[in-house]
Nanobody, 117 residues
Framework: QVQLVESGGGLVQPGGSLRLSCAAS????????TGWYRQAPGKPRELVAG???????NYADSVKGRFTISRDNAKNTVYLQMNSLKPEDTAVYYC???????????WGQGTQVTVSS
């Protein structure tokens, strides 16, 4: 069974930065796409950023130029560097592991990101 453990969420002022991390157990990490979705209250879960096994990336239009996703297969970890944060980035962020970015098979427990002054 794969477990995903997120860290790095918190409260930050508009314009600030946060770095999310997600560590995976098991041995399949390097053979799966991974990344982050988010869900704000009253809204559906949406893709924020994904990265394939070949390190191709995909970003939501709303975060392009501000967020950067990366992966370290030696550490079974995916990262999301979030800069120039806006109040509309406030949500619970979930990391995932799956055959493709659009087909997550495993989810983390979620980490809250709040952008507020």
């Amino acid at each position: 069974q794969v477990q995903l453990v997120e860290s790095g969420g918190g409260l930050v002022q508009p314009g600030g930065s946060l770095r999310l991390s997600c560590a995976a157990s098991g041995s399949i990490f390097s053979r799966r796409a991974t990344g982050w979705y988010r869900q704000a209250p009253g809204k559906p879960r949406e893709l924020v950023a994904g990265i394939t096994t070949g390190s191709s990336t995909n970003y939501a239009d709303s975060v392009k130029g501000r967020f950067t996703i990366s992966r370290d297969n030696a550490k079974n970890t995916v990262y999301l560097q979030m800069n120039s944060l806006k109040p509309e980035d406030t949500a619970v962020y979930y990391c995932f592991l799956g055959f493709t970015i659009s087909r997550p098979g495993y989810w983390g427990q979620g980490t809250q990101v709040t952008v507020s002054s």
